[in-house]
């Protein structure tokens, strides 16, 4: 079955009705507020019929976008510049209509749309003008759940869409989408947030819509355009490994079928950006599987090279480039040494016509870690080296040649971060300090390694130093581990017992938090963390409850304890106990973590944690700016200037956050210190006050 041409001229003839009745409607409602929800499920279509109405009514229509980041739908319009700039005159020269856009990308949709529904008559005694009010289904359906009083003010005129516009949609956002990751390349795993198609996104919306449209009406998607469906999808469901995988390879089927001989179009381009992100899925799937790890990273190889092989077929060197540093990263993990230097080779020779310092940084980080490798078995050690390993002249030239290229690779990400422009869709901040916190470690671990199995103790404690303070656990927790063994072994060999001490305390507590080690002795539990390297496919890593806390038993307590704090009349909990049974641990390791998730009555959770009291109101207001900072609430219009130093400066921040849809949890850990600290009983007075306004507060 086909969409005749008759259901699309009968879509044309809605169309038309539907913006007559709309501009009936403004031209009807001129000096008085009413309310018109236009209905339009697409951009590209609604961008369309906004100019076609704006043609149609003898007067201008205001235009206003929301910001995301907007709490309220009636105080982003009454302070919009449009209304601003009428001031006094609002009420003798109203705007003869305004058009607002946006309301599907707001944030917090629920909580905006019932602040609207609490204060819909602000609308009618300070807005005398027509609003339109542009939503697309899911909108439409949440006002009716949560501002219905509202939205039972409105009249709703409604527009569809063309088969060939649904398709254009397709195309066009398909088209951006695959042009974007192939300029960004294989560093870091672009955020779908950046690409507008995380999950519930108003655009994968879009996308999903009008496939699913298409699909009912009959009309068949040619093979590159399903297959490049496909890769959005299996790009957006990363959060279900087995589903993101299935998408991939009907992708790649797709995709192959669609190739002709000569073909001009970028299908082949394509093609290779599907098997390097089969092949990103298959590096992460070896991370979160470890015992699967090596066959998994075969996987991944292979994948990468089948990518590369493609972009060679489509004679585009530039992106060869760009995609084969995941490729390099696997090869080491596998110590495919022959397949690293043939590699290494080849990105030395596209360096000069593709410069960029940051890949040549890690082609001389790939260079450092094979002269490595090469040394140790130059020196009959396939394993490890160290300054007792008897070395041959071969080997002493390869572990030089280590040195250098590691310090030569510091020099050029050094030089990356000063100079070298990024692509623009990447946060800088985060490119920046991924290539800092993770690479740069890298290459220091090889520096170390190099200059303790040349004998050169000092210089190889210096540099693995400053590798442990540089790098993020999060990001490659093994590294980290690494580094702080080889640490641990060296300040042994030097006699400095308590540092190797703690220094084993360190990487055994890491272990146990990323699931390397299933016990880590006496000592506190830390809540169990995910890995969460942005060159990876991982979803946003939150907190997880410790595999200790759930097999003692404590997870009934710690449910208990997320029960009272869901209750209205159970403000003040004691959690009290001997020292050492394990207080702080079920905190941490337990409650923080299963509270990160989830939503009090429709609020998100902020958790203060403090354990340190002198001061107790500036560390309070420290670490009170610093779990906001965390949850995005400190920047823009919401940024604190000067850091919280006074009890009243606590408690209106406080009462902001509430105000702003979060419960706040303070949670006062180490608590007996306080009475150590403050032991006079009017100075403890002051906390007695604060803590009893906190009582006080939603």
């Not at 700039?85 to 990308?105: C, I, R, S, T, Y």
């Not at 108003?202 to 819509?209: A, N, Q």
């Not at 995609?323 to 030395?348: A, H």
Request: proline share 3%.
């Amino acid at each position: 079955m086909t969409y005749s041409s008759n259901h699309e001229q009968q879509i044309q003839a809605q169309n038309d009705e539907s913006l007559r009745i709309l501009a009936r409607a403004l031209t009807l409602s001129q000096g008085k507020f009413s309310l018109i929800l236009a209905n339009c499920q697409y951009r590209h279509v609604r961008d369309r019929i906004v100019t076609r109405l704006q043609d149609q009514c003898a007067f201008d229509i205001e235009r206003f976008t929301l910001p995301q980041s907007a709490e309220t739908l009636y105080s982003p319009i009454a302070q919009c510049p449009m209304v601003q700039n009428l001031g006094k005159d609002l009420d003798q020269n109203p705007p003869k209509a305004l058009m607002v856009f946006g309301l599907e990308q707001v944030e917090k949709l629920t909580a905006v749309l019932k602040a609207t529904n609490l204060v819909r008559e602000e609308f009618r005694q300070n807005l005398p003008f027509p609003i339109v009010l542009w939503v697309n289904r899911q909108v439409k359906t949440a006002l009716i759940r949560s501002a219905p009083d509202f939205e039972s003010w409105s009249t709703t005129v409604e527009f569809l869409s063309h088969s060939e516009d649904l398709r254009s949609v397709l195309v066009q956002e398909s088209d951006r989408i695959f042009d974007t990751l192939l300029d960004v390349g294989s560093g870091l795993f672009l955020d779908n947030r950046t690409l507008g198609i995380q999950p519930g996104s108003p655009l994968l919306v879009e996308l999903e819509t009008a496939r699913s449209t298409l699909q009912k009406r009959g009309t068949q998607l040619d093979a590159a355009l399903a297959g490049s469906l496909e890769f959005i999808c299996g790009r957006a469901a990363v959060a279900d490994e087995e589903r993101s995988r299935q998408h991939y390879e009907r992708s790649i089927e797709l995709l192959k079928t669609s190739l002709k001989p000569n073909d001009a179009s970028n299908a082949l381009e394509r093609l290779g950006c599907v098997q390097h992100h089969l092949g990103v899925w298959w590096h992460t799937y070896s991370v979160d599987h470890r015992a699967e790890h090596d066959e998994a990273c075969k996987r991944a190889r292979d994948c990468f090279r089948e990518a590369i092989a493609t972009f060679k077929t489509a004679q585009r060197l530039d992106l060869v480039a760009r995609f084969t540093e995941k490729l390099g990263e696997v090869l080491q993990r596998l110590e495919d040494w022959d397949g690293l230097k043939q590699l290494v080779e080849e990105r030395l020779e596209l360096h000069p016509a593709y410069p960029d310092l940051f890949r040549e940084a890690r082609t001389y980080g790939f260079r450092a870690e094979l002269a490595l490798a090469k040394g140790a078995i130059s020196s009959g050690n396939n394993v490890h080296l160290d300054s007792t390993t008897n070395l041959t002249q071969t080997a002493t030239g390869k572990l030089t040649q280590a040195k250098e290229w590691a310090t030569q690779a510091l020099q050029l990400l050094e030089q990356a971060c000063e100079s070298e422009t990024i692509p623009t869709a990447f946060d800088r901040e985060i490119f920046i300090d991924w290539h800092n916190s993770f690479l740069r470690g890298w290459y220091r671990f090889a520096l170390g390694r190099a200059h303790r199995a040349l004998g050169e103790t000092a210089e190889a404690i210096q540099a693995l130093e400053q590798a442990k303070a540089e790098t993020n656990e999060a990001y490659d927790p093994p590294l980290c581990i690494s580094i702080l063994q080889e640490l641990r072994e060296l300040y042994f060999d030097q006699g400095q017992y308590l540092e190797a001490f703690e220094t084993r305390q360190a990487y055994r507590s890491i272990e146990q938090q990323y699931g390397y080690r299933a016990f880590v002795g006496a000592g506190r539990l830390r809540a169990k963390k995910a890995i969460a390297n942005p060159s990876l496919a991982h979803v946003e890593a939150i907190g997880q409850v410790s595999t200790e806390i759930s097999a003692s038993g404590r997870q009934q307590d710690v449910e208990r304890l997320i029960g009272r704090l869901q209750r209205s009349d159970q403000k003040l909990i004691v959690l009290h106990g001997q020292s050492g049974v394990g207080k702080s641990s079920i905190i941490q390791a337990g409650l923080i973590p299963a509270l990160t998730p989830i939503t009090v009555e429709g609020r998100e959770v902020a958790v203060v944690l403090q354990q340190v009291y002198t001061p107790w109101d500036k560390q309070l207001g420290d670490r009170i700016l610093e779990t906001l900072r965390e949850l995005g609430e400190e920047s823009g219009e919401h940024a604190t200037e000067h850091a919280l130093e006074s009890s009243d400066e606590i408690l209106q921040k406080l009462h902001q956050t509430v105000n702003r849809n979060f419960m706040a949890v303070l949670i006062l850990d180490q608590f007996e210190e306080f009475f150590f600290v403050y032991k006079d009983p009017t100075t403890r007075k002051l906390f007695y006050q604060f803590l009893h306004a906190c009582l006080d507060i939603p």
